[in-house]
Every structure is written in structure tokens, then in C-alpha cells.
């Protein structure tokens, strides 16, 4: 069974600085990866998906991820965070070409510091 | 393009009361919707999979009996927590899919708070 794994709970970063959120996964074959975010009390937000080709990935909002299969990763990546990206991060992954639900990481909570 | 809606957004029910929440795809054909259930402060966990005129498959210690699901069209389907229990109370969270994109649309989830 495919797993994902969020290391970090909480990261506070100033408004400004560059943001790094760290996603590992399991699963056994290709694996199709998604970072999603989630304001309070709110439903799901696509930032971007990787299925195949380019392991670097654009999404909306200036956030791109790159997948390195030798180490099981997609981290998420933001040059440069907004006092608006505060919120939680979850990233997930999907098998047998979508057909099945997601695995969700537990998320991380992004804090923004002015 | 690809919006799921879900209704209510939010419910109050009494305990032993049953609630239904509805998840529908506005502009394409779900051939399956996935429920997902979240916790406060936690992540989502998928309760099962429903594929259009077909009985829904539920994932391990979810109980079907309690969670209903019907998928009766290709633009809906329901949950129904039946004799509802405060340990209920959740964010429930929809999905859809067609059979073209291998990506799944969510809704914007139901928030159901059993008194």
C-alpha cells in the first residue's frame, strides 16, 4: 500500500523568504504525485500535479515541486512566500492511473511571519 | 471547467438522527467519486469509492452500514450518516473523476457537527 510522509508539522517562515515543504512517498510503481492546499475551514486547492515527463512541475501561485524518484520525494517549493500562503499543505498520491482514491500526507501548517 | 459542489456545506444534526450530504459534478460526467472524511487539525483519509451504478467500495474499518453511499447518476452522489453519533461530527470531503484526466476534482466538503 502507497504511504506519504509530511516530516514536518509546523514551519513558520518570514513573508518574503523561500519556502521548502518536504514530501516523501511509498508505493511501488510510478506514483502519481499532487500537492494540495487548505485554507481553514475550506475545501482542497490543486497547486500542481505530476504524472510523467518534466520532474520539475509548475503549478499556480509561483510554487513548482520537482520529483526525484532515487530518493521517493516531491518537495514543494516557493521562492518567495506571501503573508497569504499561509495555510495547511498536504501532499498525496494516487495509483493505478487515478482509478483509486488518494493517500494524504498528515499536511504541514505554513505560518507566515511578517 | 471540472467543479464538484457538495450540499449543505454545513449541518447540525441531532444524535440518532440520519444526514444526507449530496456531491455533484456540474460540467463533466463523474464516472467515480471518492468520500474522504478529516478530522480537526488532521488530513483526510478516503472512506470509499463509488462508481456509477454500482455498490460502492469501502476502505478498511469504514462501516457500510453506516455510511451509505449512492451513486445513482453520472452528476451525483450521497452520503448518508445514518443514526449519526457525536463521534461523527467531520469534515466530509468529495471527489470526482471521469474517465479521461487521471486528476480528481474536490469539493468544497460538508462540515457535520452531531449533538
Known amino acids: 500500500a502507497q504511504s506519504v510522509t509530511q516530516p514536518d508539522i509546523h514551519i513558520t517562515v518570514s513573508e518574503g523568504a523561500s519556502l521548502e515543504l518536504r514530501c516523501n512517498y511509498s508505493?511501488?510503481?510510478?506514483?502519481?504525485l499532487f500537492w494540495y492546499v487548505q485554507s481553514p475551514g475550506q475545501g482542497l486547492q490543486l497547486l500542481l500535479k505530476?504524472?510523467?515527463?518534466?520532474?520539475l512541475v509548475q503549478g499556480i501561485k509561483g510554487f513548482e515541486a520537482e520529483f526525484k524518484r532515487s530518493q521517493s520525494s516531491f518537495n514543494l517549493r516557493k521562492p518567495s512566500v506571501h503573508w497569504s500562503d499561509a495555510a495547511e499543505y498536504f501532499c498525496?498520491?494516487?495509483?493505478?492511473?487515478?482509478?483509486?482514491?488518494?493517500?494524504f500526507g498528515k499536511g504541514t501548517h505554513l505560518i507566515i511571519q511578517p | 471547467g471540472a467543479v464538484v459542489s457538495q450540499h449543505p456545506s454545513w449541518v447540525i444534526c441531532k444524535s440518532g438522527t440520519s444526514v444526507k450530504i449530496e456531491c455533484r459534478s456540474l460540467?463533466?460526467?463523474?464516472?467515480?467519486m471518492f468520500w474522504y472524511r478529516q478530522f480537526p487539525k488532521q488530513s483526510l483519509m478516503l472512506m470509499a469509492t463509488?462508481?456509477?451504478?454500482?455498490?460502492?467500495?469501502?476502505e478498511q474499518g469504514v462501516e457500510k452500514d453506516k455510511f451509505l453511499i449512492n451513486h445513482a447518476s453520472l452528476t451525483l452522489s450521497t452520503l448518508t450518516v445514518t443514526s449519526a453519533h457525536p463521534e461523527d461530527s467531520s469534515f466530509y470531503i468529495c471527489?470526482?473523476?471521469?474517465?479521461?484526466?487521471?486528476?480528481?476534482?474536490f469539493g468544497p466538503g460538508t462540515r457535520l457537527t452531531v449533538t
Open positions: 471527489s470526482a473523476k471521469d474517465r479521461g484526466p487521471l486528476e480528481q476534482y
Open positions: 508505493y511501488g510503481a510510478t506514483p502519481y
Open positions: 460540467d463533466f460526467q463523474a464516472t467515480t
Open positions: 463509488s462508481n456509477e451504478g454500482s455498490k460502492a467500495t469501502y
Open positions: 498525496a498520491v494516487g495509483a493505478r492511473g487515478g482509478a483509486d482514491g488518494l493517500t
Open positions: 505530476y504524472f510523467s515527463g518534466d520532474t
